[in-house]
């Protein structure tokens, strides 16, 4: 969010999460500018105006800011879509850069808008099946945004309320119609990725179309929303009609 509204000169510094490609969507971006890795000396260094934080930050680290008077704006975990607006809102307002904001939220409501099906189309079945077959049920912008671009989310059906992993033979037995799978990259295989990349997956491939939706569309909301509507659009249009209710 930081990074999509906030001159350059803005910014002092990035997360180093910011630079882990797997996860985000600006690594290519994060990699021009400073970077800490969230210890309370390294953040001092910059002598910045305002740290931007989130409940997933370091306690230790906001504590010690708090006791410096180094300004911190907290931000939690967004659980829907109009919530994560508001996030976005804040920011620009903290940076006095209201009108970008507005412009940018405008473009993330036109792009969900533009990847919903045509109305009366009856919904797909869909699972989004990360490394470990890590999951989203309920409560989360995720959840919101399958509703949104045409599918129900399937994770309700394996027992998964809120955040957690969902066993390979759950899947199997009960295969939903799309499987939004985690990537893996080419010749790098890890333990965390045996799920995705079991072959009894493949067993169910009459009964399941498959979709990569990489780790970093996951983990974030704002703009990255822009390409998770287009990435969730795309794997609607490509079940086969056979496989349509």
């Known amino acids: 969010m930081l990074v999509n509204l906030a001159d350059r000169e803005q910014i002092a510094a990035l997360s180093h999460f910011a630079r882990d490609y797997d996860t985000s969507t600006i690594a290519d971006i994060a990699e021009t500018f400073p970077m800490t ?33 180094i300004r911190t704006e907290l931000f939690a975990e967004p659980q829907n879509i109009a919530e994560s607006m508001e996030q976005l809102r804040r920011i620009a307002g903290l940076l006095n850069r209201a009108e970008r904001g507005e412009a940018l939220i405008a473009e993330i409501e036109a792009a969900i808008k533009a990847a919903e099906p045509a109305p009366g189309t009856p919904p797909l079945s869909a699972l989004i099946y990360q490394r470990n077959g890590f999951s989203t049920g309920s409560g989360s912008v995720l959840n919101e945004m399958l509703a949104r671009t045409g599918f ?10 809120w955040w957690g992993n969902i066993s390979l033979e759950r899947v199997v037995a009960d295969p939903p119609q799309m499987l939004l799978a985690g990537e893996v990259r ?42 998770t509507a287009a990435a969730l659009k795309a794997a609607r249009e490509s079940v086969s009609p056979e496989m349509r209710p």
């Open 152 to 161: 129900t989310n399937a994770a309700g059906r394996y027992g998964l309320v």
């Open 186 to 227: 080419p010749n790098t295989p890890t333990w965390a990725d045996r799920v995705v990349r079991h072959p009894a997956l493949k067993a169910v491939g009459p009964r399941m179309g498959r979709a990569t939706f990489p780790d970093r569309l996951f983990y974030c909301a704002g703009p990255v929303l822009i390409k």
């Open 37 to 69: 890795h969230e210890s309370a000396e390294e953040v001092m260094s910059f002598n910045p105006d305002m740290v931007l934080t989130s409940r997933h930050s370091s306690l230790a680290t906001r504590n010690a800011l708090r006791r410096v008077n």
